[in-house]
């Protein structure tokens, strides 16, 4: 978990090992996003590079617009009319970034973005997914937090650009949280927006933006609050995730209020956590959540 305002000093609080590695499932979808926006930053391949389904472009895979369904590059529905959560999209964008930079994306994705951010464990095989293939530490995702928080690798219109919905209105599923109307979603990662029920919590912004996965774990950027909070599990996503991930974000943003007006520059430390391993398993026992297609 970190966060802090902008220009001054971060708050960081920290629980578990930092150096243990974990999948990340599709939470590898927001590296992923960023090594194609570099990319078209770079002028390798564009966002309005035709991409995918006749139709549709690298925007749309990005943001689950292009129509394809979720596992293969069968097409459902034309571009820009539902939005369909599609691993095939992303693992097209890597194609085409491989193909246009002559490289395997697994390096690409080292050289862009694994590398500059110091994200010294994480790993993608030439094997792996790009949509949900990364392995890596809490220390890994906390860098990628960072670069999310406040950005360095791409510009700040990039950045803009990626967060903010993209073609709006459309109506989809959120996986394991049901259909919602709209499904706003930015050019790689998940937008809060007005969506009922959600994985973050009922205090976040609509502005927040971020990812969770099968692997059971998530991260999430509020640019509102200026925090971002980072979990990582052995646990596969389920009922308890739906069910603990919610609160636990209420209580992180409802104690950063808490220690931010006395002293915003104060460190909150690895051995002063903010919200404990128990606090965070009593808050996932007995619920349950409607069982959809999965992150």
Request: proline fraction near 10%; glycine fraction near 12%; charge should be negative.
């Amino acid at each position: 978990m970190g966060g802090g305002r902008p220009g001054g000093p971060a708050l960081i609080a920290t629980v578990g090992d930092l150096g243990r590695a974990f999948a990340w499932a599709s939470v590898t979808k927001l590296a992923t996003s960023l090594a194609a926006h570099i990319a078209a930053e770079e002028l390798t391949l564009p966002l309005d590079a035709p991409a995918g389904p006749p139709g549709a472009t690298v925007a749309h895979l990005l943001s689950h617009a292009s129509g394809l369904a979720p596992g293969n590059r069968t097409v459902l529905a034309p571009p820009g009319q539902r939005r369909i959560y599609s691993n095939a999209g992303y693992e097209w964008v890597a194609d085409l970034v491989a193909e246009r930079a002559e490289m395997d994306f697994s390096e690409y994705l080292a050289d862009a973005v694994l590398g500059p951010l110091a994200m010294d464990s994480a790993r993608l095989g030439p094997a792996d997914s790009p949509a949900a293939g990364l392995v890596g530490t809490l220390g890994d995702l906390l860098a990628l937090a960072a670069e999310l928080i406040t950005p360095a690798l791409v510009s700040s219109t990039t950045a803009d650009q990626a967060r903010r919905v993209a073609f709006p209105g459309l109506a989809g599923t959120l996986p394991g949280f049901g259909r919602q109307q709209p499904c706003d979603w930015g050019l790689g990662p998940e937008i809060r927006g007005d969506k009922r029920p959600h994985w973050t919590g009922a205090s976040n912004s609509p502005s927040t933006f971020g990812h969770f996965g099968q692997a059971g774990g998530f991260l999430w950027v509020d640019p509102v609050a200026h925090v971002a909070l980072a979990v990582l599990t052995d646990r596969d996503f389920g009922p308890w995730a739906a069910a603990a991930w919610p609160p636990l974000a209420d209580a992180v943003l409802a104690e950063l209020r808490e220690a931010r007006p006395s002293n915003p520059g104060r460190p909150l430390l690895p051995s002063a956590p903010l919200v404990t391993e128990r606090q965070i398993h009593a808050v996932g026992r007995g619920a349950r959540a409607p069982e959809e297609e999965q992150p």
